[in-house]
C-alpha cells in the first residue's frame, strides 16, 4: 500500500497540548485515524504520515487547530465530515504593529463577550491565539462567522455585526424548518 505523508510546523508551546499527558492526545488521534504522527518537540516540526490521504488530511486540520490554540476536543470536530477550520490573520487588517492589540480586543471582547456572542450566534468555535484568529465549526457556520469576524477586524460597530448574525441565524433556522408542499415539516 501506498504511504502519504505531510510536513507542517506549530507553535513549540502548543507541543505539549497536541502530544496530551503522557502521549495520550497524540495516540488517540493516531488510532482514530490510522496514520502516525512523528513530533519534533524542538523545531514545532510535525510529520504525518499514513495511507490514506484523506485522513492525513483531516489530521493536519486538527493539529493545525491545536497550534493556533485549540483544545484537542474541539479541534478532533475537524474529523467529522461537515466541519472546518478557518483561520484569520489579524495582521492582514492592522497596519501599524501597535493597533494588533486594539483588533485582537475588539474581537474578543469585555471579558471574552464578543467572541462568545459570535460563537453562540454561529454554533462555531472561536480560538484568538498570537497574530491569528481559529474559527471550527459546520462549514455554512464557519463562512458565516468568518464574514462577521472580517466585518469586526475592519472596525464595523459591534452592534451591526451582532444584527446581521442576528438575522443570519434566523435565516438558517427558518431554512432548516422549510414545510414540504404536503404539510409535514422536513429537517434538512
Known sequence: MEQFSYGLK??????????GKDGETKEDLEEQTKTKINVDSKEGDINITGEDSLEIF??????????????????????????????????DYVR????????K???????GKSRETIE??????????GKTVGVIGQYENVAIARRALDSLLMGS????????????????KAKEFEVKKDGTTDVI
Open 120 to 129: 453562540n450566534l454561529t454554533e462555531t468555535n472561536i480560538c484568538v491565539y
Open 157 to 172: 460597530p459591534h452592534s451591526s455585526v451582532y444584527k446581521w448574525l442576528e438575522k443570519k441565524r434566523r435565516e438558517l
Open 58 to 91: 483531516n489530521v493536519r486540520e486538527v493539529v493545525k487547530a491545536i497550534g493556533r490554540g485549540f483544545n484537542p476536543e474541539i479541534a478532533r470536530l475537524l474529523l467529522k465530515q461537515d466541519y472546518s477550520l478557518e483561520v484569520i490573520n489579524i495582521s
Open 105 to 111: 480586543g475588539r474581537v474578543i471582547g469585555k471579558e
Open 10 to 19: 506549530i507553535p513549540k508551546e502548543r507541543i505539549a497540548v497536541l502530544i
Open 96 to 103: 501599524h504593529k501597535n493597533n494588533l492589540i486594539r483588533v
